[in-house]
């Protein structure tokens, strides 16, 4: 073949390699005798810093012609759409455009080459596995690399299967989640060759990620390589895992290799697909079930046992094949995970009556562990074993004692009642083992055994004297910072820093120009100079009026040329310009377009010359609010200069006074006679409740907040984007006296799961010093930041409960949901944690937030408390406890449904004695 070459083997491979062309290295390595591989193989080395040069020289012209096709692209989008959107926006849309970019092209080429011609299985190994072709991801190049190899020996390629093999390392991955190529290549060579797959564990869940149960014809139907980019034609040997080569020799180490359990831990498909195939006999059924026992015996967690759980119950033995591994599920109780010990005493109890002996152990194997279900379990077993058996119960009485000693105090009742309904049966080496854990159980609660069987128990400790609850006064949220005076000059003026995402920037610079436009507009006009020559004539002509930078350059392009718009319009009578309703763009947000509303006006006052001597609704705190007397002091002098307000500036005014206005201030503003002045008396009077929002959720949990219509623009525009992004700051600016509304807008991603977006406890802060009800909105704010940020939400919720804006039934129904949620999902940890928050209600209850903290417990234990068929945790003991007691502390009165539930129940327990001293207050 050599012969219908021009020059050397080596040259054809290198003109492949810097032509980054590994398809063509593939088809001439294949072809080459031994005297051309090795002629390749002692060249190749020595070209590994040219080939990353070349690779590096032309990564640079791909980067640039990308960056040129990126330029032009966004050019093109900015002229068709008028730059009227955002920058995210554009570059969202361009995304999906744009090529993806892959780098350093070279690496499979020379992957390729040594594959297919260095001269030892070892030598290739190290070769595919150096540092110099690692990137952050991957092409696949196993195909080729298989071509390359393929006219070697096959033992040469067992031999590379195999050392590949032990080269693995973890459940290796590409960038797609598909088995990584080093495994990918190991396991097609493994199939090829039929070499003897070595005892490797990550080859075994390398092998795992390489295969699924197969598609379900009616709903997957078959992927076709013509138009399915990421189909590998390798991949159809393995389409049906079970015809796969590799399928009898490595299904077995499941059971053995570290890391399938984690690795399998949410696999719900395969465990039913294996079981099917122990059915038809493909798989021999007794190797899934021994093995699924030895997985137990081994240990684990109860993650990492989960899919090998599943399995079991898959297979779902026969008693006959449980008995005969009787022994074996009895070795699992004592201390198995949870999920493997509730699985071995299912199984055992189907069976018929146990050896005495095995009896005993098995449920003394069970009492003696730390979970309440179990250790419950366990005794429901040993009534129903002793009802069966015909003698003494001294083989239980081991099991009694380790129960009545147990941390449940539901099981050391359960235990007690036992061991009294069968005191008969026990001879007296029996009594003592009971009398010995009597001096270990809790005050009082070993009695009763005690008369029955003798012996001393701890008696009951007397009620501890109630000290008498005495709180301190709620502290009230802190007083927001006044505004400092306005700069009526230049510095009052920084244009450059003026945005709509920096509110109290735009109200300062507002506030100065209106206020200098009508006290010395000579130097207004002369320090706007600059910006007014940024503004381009045809802007006239344009629309939307985006930002608050050009909306000032056209107040500064009028103030250095009256009249500018009407005489750069005035040439075109065939097209009309835009008028100030037109130009304010439709963007979301509140916070961002009221700054945008109040600037269009006033540039409209100043074209009309209708500007007043100042603006109405400047705030006087940082937070946006404005005193109701700093407003009536600002009409009345209106009223002597004979001005008008501005519409949208005297809305804006009205809705930042606080809700409750002074007398005094309240009898100063009946006396305005203006039109603005009325309005304002009669807002401080008879102000609107505000617009009451409403939580809809859905059934998958998430909701959305909705609100009837208000009449009031600003109101109204909040209602409707309460789902839209910006500052809250912003939004709490515009609506300092609705903070129900304003907290809306901050909770709403929460409802979505929005991680990004996450409401925080400084925003709860600033709503403890802003006005208004709170609502559904508040609530769920509360609640998640309680969960969140316990500690750093106490001090925002004296400071609610101090303002009376805390409503606390609905905080507690929104914990409730909190809690559930998070207990339903099956994660191996909690998000949130139900201790910290009880111990942040108990902290702020006894800082003088009692009666909220009650009406808190009240919705939480309402929504949170197990229900029939639900089970009972500590922690229901807990919430419980902590609510008798502040319910004592709060003389809180009437009756709780939940409450008076668990109250009447017959069976003992501490949560029903609880639920009982509860009811029992909640009743006085």
């Excluded at 008028?82 to 350093?104: A, E, F, M, P, Q």
């Excluded at 180490?253 to 696999?267: I, N, P, S, T, Y």
């Excluded at 709490?732 to 409401?759: F, G, Y």
Aim: glycine residues 8%.
């Amino acid at each position: 073949m050599s012969d219908q070459r021009s020059g050397t083997a080596w040259d054809a491979v290198r003109a492949a390699i810097d032509a980054e062309d590994p398809a063509a290295v593939a088809a001439l390595v294949a072809g080459f005798g031994e005297g051309e591989r090795r002629e390749v193989a002692r060249e190749l080395p020595g070209h590994l810093s040219e080939a990353r040069r070349r690779g590096e020289a032309r990564d640079a012209e791909r980067r640039a012609e990308l960056q040129r096709e990126w330029d032009a692209r966004v050019a093109a989008y900015r002229r068709k759409t008028g730059d009227r959107h955002s920058t995210t926006d554009y570059y969202w849309d361009l995304w999906v455009h744009h090529r993806t970019y892959v780098g350093s092209r070279w690496i499979e080429p020379m992957r390729v080459a040594g594959a297919g011609t260095l001269g030892g299985a070892a030598a290739v190994v190290s070769w595919l596995h150096r540092r110099d072709f690692q990137r952050w991801t991957d092409r696949d190049d196993v195909p080729l690399i298989l071509q390359a190899v393929a006219a070697r020996p096959t033992a040469w390629q067992a031999d590379l299967a195999v050392r590949l093999a032990m080269r693995l390392r973890g459940p290796s991955r590409d960038a797609r989640g598909d088995a990584g190529r080093s495994a990918r290549l190991t396991l097609e060579l493994l199939r090829r060759t039929g070499a003897e797959p070595p005892a490797h564990d990550p080859l075994t869940l390398a092998w795992l990620t390489t295969w699924s149960p197969p598609q379900h014809p009616a709903t997957d139907p078959p992927t076709d390589p013509a138009t399915d980019p990421f189909t590998d034609p390798a991949a159809d040997r393995t389409a049906d895992p079970a015809a796969d080569p590799l399928f009898d020799t490595l299904l077995p180490r499941l059971f053995d290799a570290e890391g399938v359990g984690r690795q399998l831990r949410e696999d719900h498909e395969r465990p039913a697909w294996l079981a099917g195939l122990a059915r038809q006999e493909r798989v021999p059924r007794e190797s899934l079930l021994d093995g699924c026992l030895s997985r137990f015996l081994r240990g684990g967690t109860a993650a990492d046992l989960r899919f090998f759980v599943r399995l079991h119950d898959a297979l779902d033995p026969a008693p006959e094949e449980v008995a005969a591994r009787g022994r074996d599920y009895l070795r699992l109780l004592p201390a198995a995970p949870p999920n493997v010990a509730d699985l071995a005493l299912k199984r055992l109890r189907r069976l018929g009556p146990l050896d005495p002996d095995e009896a005993a152990e098995a449920v003394e194997g069970l009492v003696f562990r730390a979970e309440g279900k179990l250790v419950r379990a366990g005794l429901v077993w040993l009534d129903r074993l002793a009802g069966d058996h015909q003698g003494d119960l001294d083989g239980y009485a081991a099991a009694l004692g380790a129960a009545l000693v147990g941390e449940s105090g539901e099981a050391r009742a359960r235990a007690a009642r036992l061991a009294v309904k069968h005191a008969a049966r026990f001879t007296p080496a029996g009594a003592e083992r009971i009398r010995e854990a009597l001096p270990l159980m809790p005050a009082g609660e070993g009695v009763a055994l005690a008369e029955v069987f003798g012996g001393e128990a701890v008696p009951a400790e007397p009620e501890p004297e109630a000290r008498p609850f005495a709180p301190p006064p709620l502290p009230s949220a802190p007083e927001p910072a006044r505004m400092t005076p306005p700069v009526l000059g230049p510095a009052g003026l920084p244009t450059s820093r003026l945005s709509e995402h920096r509110w109290l920037v735009a109200e300062r610079w507002l506030d100065v120009f209106v206020r200098l436009a009508a006290t010395d507009r000579a130097a207004l006009t002369e320090t706007l100079a600059p910006v007014a020559g940024l503004f381009p004539a045809e802007m006239y002509r344009s629309a939307p009026w985006r930002h608050l930078k050009i909306w000032a350059a056209a107040m500064a392009k009028e103030l250095t040329e009256p009249g500018a718009e009407a005489k750069a319009t005035a040439g075109h009578p065939d097209r009309t310009p835009p008028t100030t309703r037109e130009r304010l763009p439709e963007i979301a947000g509140t916070g961002r377009r009221m700054p945008l509303r109040r600037f269009a006006e006033v540039y409209e006052a100043l074209v009309t010359g209708t500007l007043p001597p100042y603006l109405l609704a400047t705030p006087t705190h940082v937070n946006g609010r404005l005193d109701a007397a700093e407003l009536v002091d600002r009409l009345e002098g209106y009223e002597r200069a004979g001005a008008e307000a501005l519409p949208v500036d005297l809305e804006q005014a009205l809705l930042r006074l606080p809700r409750t206005v002074p007398a005094d201030v309240v009898e100063r503003a009946a006396g305005l006679t203006g039109t603005a002045g009325r309005a304002a008396a009669r807002w401080m009077t008879d102000r609107p409740a505000g617009p009451r929002v409403t939580l809809r959720r859905q059934e998958s949990g998430d909701g959305v907040f909705v609100a009837d219509p208000t009449g009031s623009a600003t109101l109204d525009e909040a209602l409707a984007d309460l789902r839209g992004e910006e500052a809250f700051e912003a939004h709490l600016s515009v609506l300092p006296s609705d903070r129900e509304l304003v907290a809306a807008h901050a909770v709403h991603p929460a409802l979505a799961d929005a991680i990004h977006r996450r409401p925080a406890a400084a925003h709860l802060a600033l709503l403890a010093a802003a006005d208004g009800p709170g609502g559904p909105a508040m609530a769920l704010l509360v609640a998640h930041c309680l969960c969140a940020e316990p500690e750093e939400t106490l001090r925002p919720l004296l400071w609610l409960a101090a303002s009376g804006g805390l409503p606390g039934a609905e905080v507690g129904a929104e914990l409730a949901t909190l809690f559930r949620r998070d207990e339903a999902n099956e994660r191996e940890y909690r998000l949130y944690s139900v201790a910290e928050v009880l111990g942040v209600l108990e902290e702020a209850a006894r800082h003088g937030a009692h009666r909220e903290v009650w009406q808190i417990m009240a919705g939480l234990l309402t929504g949170y408390l197990p229900g029939p068929g639900e089970r009972a945790t500590v922690t229901h003991t807990r919430l419980t406890t902590f609510a008798a007691d502040v319910a004592t502390w709060a003389d809180a009165r009437g009756e709780l449904p939940r409450i008076a539930e668990l109250a009447a129940r017959s069976r003992e327990s501490g949560l029903v004695r609880q639920a009982r001293r509860l009811h029992t207050r909640l009743a006085q």
